[in-house]
Protein backbone atom coordinates (compact mmCIF):
# COMPACT_ATOMS: atom_id res chain seq x y z
CA UNK A 1 0.00 0.00 0.00
CA UNK A 2 1.49 3.12 -1.26
CA UNK A 3 2.03 6.04 1.76
CA UNK A 4 -0.75 8.39 2.89
CA UNK A 5 0.10 11.40 3.95
CA UNK A 6 -1.98 12.90 6.44
CA UNK A 7 -3.12 16.80 6.27
CA UNK A 8 -0.59 17.46 9.63
CA UNK A 9 2.14 16.28 7.48
CA UNK A 10 1.14 18.17 4.29
CA UNK A 11 0.48 21.11 6.55
CA UNK A 12 3.95 20.57 7.97
CA UNK A 13 5.55 20.23 4.69
CA UNK A 14 3.82 22.94 3.04
CA UNK A 15 5.17 25.65 5.96
CA UNK A 16 8.27 23.95 5.81
CA UNK A 17 8.08 25.40 1.59
CA UNK A 18 7.81 28.27 2.50
CA UNK A 19 9.78 28.90 5.06
CA UNK A 20 12.61 28.11 2.48
CA UNK A 21 11.07 30.41 0.58
CA UNK A 22 11.17 33.15 2.89
CA UNK A 23 14.33 32.94 3.48
CA UNK A 24 15.67 32.87 -0.21
CA UNK A 25 13.33 36.03 -0.37
CA UNK A 26 15.64 37.58 2.57
CA UNK A 27 19.02 36.35 1.56
CA UNK A 28 18.31 38.04 -2.24
CA UNK A 29 17.59 40.88 -0.86
CA UNK A 30 20.11 41.70 1.57
CA UNK A 31 22.78 40.25 -1.22
CA UNK A 32 21.53 39.65 -4.65
CA UNK A 33 20.74 36.76 -6.33
CA UNK A 34 24.88 35.47 -5.52
CA UNK A 35 23.59 35.12 -1.30
CA UNK A 36 20.50 32.46 -2.77
CA UNK A 37 22.57 29.03 -1.13
CA UNK A 38 20.98 25.93 -0.44
CA UNK A 39 23.18 25.83 2.91
CA UNK A 40 22.78 29.53 4.07
CA UNK A 41 19.19 29.20 3.01
CA UNK A 42 19.20 26.56 4.80
CA UNK A 43 20.28 27.96 7.96
CA UNK A 44 18.22 30.86 7.43
CA UNK A 45 15.14 28.63 7.72
CA UNK A 46 16.40 26.77 10.86
CA UNK A 47 16.20 23.58 8.61
CA UNK A 48 19.26 21.09 7.22
CA UNK A 49 20.72 21.76 3.84
CA UNK A 50 19.40 18.18 3.30
CA UNK A 51 16.21 19.06 3.93
CA UNK A 52 16.06 21.86 1.29
CA UNK A 53 17.75 19.04 -1.14
CA UNK A 54 14.63 17.46 -0.63
CA UNK A 55 11.97 20.39 -1.72
CA UNK A 56 14.56 21.70 -4.12
CA UNK A 57 17.34 19.77 -5.54
CA UNK A 58 19.44 22.42 -7.08
CA UNK A 59 19.46 25.76 -6.78
CA UNK A 60 17.90 27.26 -9.89
CA UNK A 61 15.03 25.37 -8.87
CA UNK A 62 15.22 27.47 -5.76
CA UNK A 63 15.72 30.16 -7.47
CA UNK A 64 12.90 29.74 -10.22
CA UNK A 65 10.59 28.92 -7.26
CA UNK A 66 11.52 32.16 -5.34
CA UNK A 67 11.06 34.44 -8.91
CA UNK A 68 7.38 32.21 -9.13
CA UNK A 69 6.71 33.51 -5.74
CA UNK A 70 7.66 36.99 -6.17
CA UNK A 71 5.14 37.44 -9.30
CA UNK A 72 2.52 36.16 -8.07
CA UNK A 73 3.12 38.20 -4.46
CA UNK A 74 3.28 41.62 -6.76
CA UNK A 75 0.57 40.57 -9.39
CA UNK A 76 -1.61 40.07 -6.29
CA UNK A 77 -0.84 43.75 -4.94
CA UNK A 78 -1.14 45.40 -8.37
CA UNK A 79 -4.88 43.45 -8.89
CA UNK A 80 -6.26 44.51 -5.86
CA UNK A 81 -4.96 48.11 -5.98
CA UNK A 82 -6.72 48.01 -9.72
CA UNK A 83 -9.86 46.68 -8.20
CA UNK A 84 -10.12 49.14 -5.63
CA UNK A 85 -9.99 52.06 -8.15
CA UNK A 86 -13.27 53.67 -9.52
CA UNK A 87 -13.05 53.74 -13.29
CA UNK A 88 -10.30 52.11 -15.78
CA UNK A 89 -8.20 55.11 -15.93
CA UNK A 90 -7.53 55.57 -11.85
CA UNK A 91 -7.04 51.24 -12.05
CA UNK A 92 -4.81 51.87 -14.35
CA UNK A 93 -2.97 54.66 -12.76
CA UNK A 94 -3.27 52.85 -9.00
CA UNK A 95 -1.89 49.49 -10.85
CA UNK A 96 1.56 52.03 -11.72
CA UNK A 97 2.11 53.49 -8.63
CA UNK A 98 1.65 50.87 -6.59
CA UNK A 99 4.31 48.61 -8.92
CA UNK A 100 6.64 51.36 -8.27
CA UNK A 101 6.05 51.90 -4.68
CA UNK A 102 6.73 48.31 -4.00
CA UNK A 103 9.47 48.35 -6.08
CA UNK A 104 10.99 51.22 -4.30
CA UNK A 105 10.64 49.21 -1.19
CA UNK A 106 12.57 46.37 -2.45
CA UNK A 107 15.23 47.80 -4.49
CA UNK A 108 17.91 45.21 -3.70
CA UNK A 109 15.67 42.04 -4.08
CA UNK A 110 13.72 43.54 -7.64
CA UNK A 111 16.86 43.85 -9.15
CA UNK A 112 18.46 40.19 -7.87
CA UNK A 113 15.20 38.96 -9.56
CA UNK A 114 14.78 40.52 -12.78
CA UNK A 115 19.18 41.24 -13.63
CA UNK A 116 21.26 39.39 -11.28
CA UNK A 117 23.66 37.08 -12.63
CA UNK A 118 22.08 33.30 -12.27
CA UNK A 119 21.84 30.10 -13.75
CA UNK A 120 20.62 29.84 -17.32
CA UNK A 121 17.82 27.42 -16.07
CA UNK A 122 16.52 30.54 -14.14
CA UNK A 123 15.99 32.84 -17.66
CA UNK A 124 12.39 31.33 -18.01
CA UNK A 125 11.06 32.21 -14.62
CA UNK A 126 12.40 35.31 -15.06
CA UNK A 127 10.81 35.93 -18.87
CA UNK A 128 7.63 34.88 -17.18
CA UNK A 129 8.19 37.20 -14.29
CA UNK A 130 8.48 40.53 -16.84
CA UNK A 131 5.22 38.88 -18.96
CA UNK A 132 2.80 38.24 -16.35
CA UNK A 133 3.57 42.02 -14.85
CA UNK A 134 3.33 43.43 -18.49
CA UNK A 135 0.26 41.55 -18.97
CA UNK A 136 -1.60 43.43 -16.09
CA UNK A 137 -0.58 46.83 -17.29
CA UNK A 138 -1.41 45.58 -21.15
CA UNK A 139 -5.40 44.38 -19.84
CA UNK A 140 -5.16 48.14 -17.52
CA UNK A 141 -4.14 50.23 -21.15
CA UNK A 142 -6.47 48.37 -22.97
CA UNK A 143 -9.49 48.78 -20.42
CA UNK A 144 -9.20 52.76 -20.04
CA UNK A 145 -8.73 52.82 -24.36
CA UNK A 146 -11.93 51.20 -24.55
CA UNK A 147 -13.66 53.47 -22.30
CA UNK A 148 -12.49 56.36 -23.83
CA UNK A 149 -9.80 57.80 -21.79
CA UNK A 150 -6.65 56.63 -23.76
CA UNK A 151 -5.69 57.22 -27.72
CA UNK A 152 -5.90 54.05 -30.04
CA UNK A 153 -2.76 52.25 -29.39
CA UNK A 154 -0.59 48.85 -29.72
CA UNK A 155 -1.53 47.81 -26.18
CA UNK A 156 1.38 45.00 -26.14
CA UNK A 157 4.16 47.89 -27.31
CA UNK A 158 2.44 50.30 -24.63
CA UNK A 159 2.89 47.79 -22.23
CA UNK A 160 6.47 46.43 -22.56
CA UNK A 161 7.26 49.97 -23.01
CA UNK A 162 5.69 51.14 -19.76
CA UNK A 163 7.15 48.23 -17.84
CA UNK A 164 10.60 48.60 -19.28
CA UNK A 165 10.50 52.24 -18.36
CA UNK A 166 9.42 52.15 -15.02
CA UNK A 167 12.03 49.21 -14.43
CA UNK A 168 14.86 51.36 -15.81
CA UNK A 169 13.15 54.74 -13.70
CA UNK A 170 13.77 52.54 -10.59
CA UNK A 171 16.22 50.37 -10.35
CA UNK A 172 18.48 50.59 -13.38
CA UNK A 173 22.13 51.86 -13.01
CA UNK A 174 20.80 55.56 -14.10
CA UNK A 175 18.06 55.56 -11.49
CA UNK A 176 18.24 58.04 -8.56
CA UNK A 177 19.03 57.19 -4.99
CA UNK A 178 17.52 60.60 -3.41
CA UNK A 179 14.32 58.78 -2.08
CA UNK A 180 15.31 56.60 0.87
CA UNK A 181 13.02 59.25 2.88
CA UNK A 182 8.84 58.60 2.50
CA UNK A 183 8.56 61.73 1.58
CA UNK A 184 11.34 61.28 -1.72
CA UNK A 185 9.71 58.10 -2.49
CA UNK A 186 6.25 59.11 -2.99
CA UNK A 187 7.40 62.09 -4.82
CA UNK A 188 9.44 59.54 -7.09
CA UNK A 189 6.12 57.38 -7.50
CA UNK A 190 3.69 59.91 -8.08
CA UNK A 191 6.40 61.14 -10.68
CA UNK A 192 6.72 58.09 -12.83
CA UNK A 193 2.96 57.64 -12.63
CA UNK A 194 2.26 61.10 -14.30
CA UNK A 195 5.08 60.22 -16.49
CA UNK A 196 3.79 56.96 -17.99
CA UNK A 197 -0.20 58.47 -18.03
CA UNK A 198 1.18 61.42 -20.16
CA UNK A 199 3.02 58.64 -22.74
CA UNK A 200 -0.45 56.98 -22.98
CA UNK A 201 -2.10 60.35 -24.22
CA UNK A 202 -3.72 61.34 -21.11
CA UNK A 203 -4.02 65.09 -21.24
CA UNK A 204 -1.24 66.30 -19.12
CA UNK A 205 -4.25 68.14 -16.89
CA UNK A 206 -5.91 65.70 -16.25
CA UNK A 207 -2.99 63.13 -16.11
CA UNK A 208 -2.05 65.35 -12.70
CA UNK A 209 -5.46 64.99 -11.16
CA UNK A 210 -5.78 61.29 -11.54
CA UNK A 211 -2.17 60.65 -10.08
CA UNK A 212 -3.55 62.96 -6.91
CA UNK A 213 -6.36 61.04 -6.30
CA UNK A 214 -4.48 57.82 -6.86
CA UNK A 215 -3.88 56.51 -3.14
CA UNK A 216 -0.36 55.18 -3.02
CA UNK A 217 0.18 52.18 -1.19
CA UNK A 218 0.74 51.54 2.88
CA UNK A 219 4.54 51.59 3.78
CA UNK A 220 4.16 47.98 4.66
CA UNK A 221 4.98 44.91 2.07
CA UNK A 222 3.51 41.73 1.54
Known sequence: ?????????????AARHQA??????????????????????AQRAGIATGTVYRYFPSKAELVTAL???MSERELAAIRKAGRSA???LSALAAAIATFAARVLRQRRLVRAIIADPAEPEVEAGRTAFRRALAEEFKMRIAAAMQAGHLPAQDVNLAAAALFGALLEGLIGPLAPDSHDD???????????????LRALGVVDARARG??????????EEG
Open 1 to 13: MPYRRTPQVLRKQ
Open 20 to 41: IIAAAVAAAAEGGMVAVQIASV
Open 67 to 69: VSA
Open 86 to 88: PGP
Open 182 to 196: AAGARNVVQALTLLS
Open 210 to 219: VVVQVALPAA
